[in-house]
């Protein structure tokens, strides 16, 4: 079984540039997360999708981050324009929807954004 | 705030060593605790998930614990191998399902030969 797989590994692109990343999730796995950890702070929350719906999208930090998940399959994040403190490593991570019990997540190897 | 604070920051230890991290957790609602590695360049793995009734739970030379009364768990390492370098990583879950978690920093761990 393919894991959560992140394109591309890293980005380097200049402030007030777009940069769209993505995340395949895992086959079958209706919740696709996306987490942030800038330098020196821990993983941080961004979004959680559930299927192609915005279930949660309180961590995202500004109306320069669009995410979507078009079908419910893979998704993107855009940030548009980037900022300096943009910079870091986005991580996507997927799970199955439980109705009970713990749900485990699956990370993928994230995106690293350097904004210059 | 919902935090999470682990312990120490760094840690070198010999190859075959133990070791012990720790971490605290003032996240409320509680509904589970987790353990993740994660190497350099790749994305968290899990190692072990507790429930606020689990008091422990192993995997392999991994055995974690947990005490939900003083909100503290702790991740031991036994006969460390060199492969065992890595952060590693104290989440927690406020519910079952499928919730954000919230992260700690980490504990940076380098096993030398």
């Known amino acids: 079984e393919a894991g959560v797989t992140q394109f591309p590994s890293h980005s380097v692109i200049e402030k007030g540039q777009t940069v769209t990343l993505r995340c395949d999730p895992i086959?079958?796995?209706?919740?696709l997360y996306w987490y942030r950890r800038v330098m020196g702070k821990e993983i941080k929350f961004l979004l959680h999708?559930?299927?192609?719906?915005?279930?949660?999208e309180s961590g995202m930090p500004n109306n320069r981050f669009l995410a979507e998940r078009t079908g419910g399959t893979y998704s993107t994040l855009k940030v548009q324009p980037a900022e300096l403190e943009d910079s870091g490593v986005y991580f996507c991570?997927?799970?199955?929807?439980?109705?009970?019990?713990?749900?485990?997540?699956?990370f993928g190897p994230g995106t690293r954004l350097t904004v210059t | 705030k919902n935090q999470v604070e682990q312990s120490p920051q760094s840690l070198i230890i010999l190859e075959g060593k133990n070791c012990t991290l720790q971490?605290?957790?003032?996240?409320?609602?509680?509904?589970?605790l987790r353990w993740y590695k994660q190497d350099t360049g790749r994305g968290p793995v899990s190692l072990t998930i507790?429930?606020?009734?689990?008091n422990t739970k192993s995997n392999g030379r991994y055995t974690a614990t947990l005490d939900a009364d003083t909100k503290q768990s702790s991740l031991h390492i036994t006969a460390s191998q060199l492969s065992d370098s890595a952060s590693y990583i104290c989440?927690?879950?406020?519910?079952?399902?499928?919730?954000?978690?919230?992260f700690g920093k980490g504990t940076r761990l380098s096993v030398i030969a």
């Open positions: 989440v927690v879950s406020r519910n079952s399902g499928n919730t954000p978690l919230v």
């Open positions: 991570a997927s799970s199955n929807t439980y109705l009970a019990g713990v749900s485990e997540q699956y």
């Open positions: 507790m429930t606020f009734s689990e």
């Open positions: 999708f559930v299927k192609e719906s915005k279930q949660d």
């Open positions: 086959s079958g796995h209706d919740n």
């Open positions: 971490c605290n957790y003032t996240v409320s609602p509680f509904s589970n």
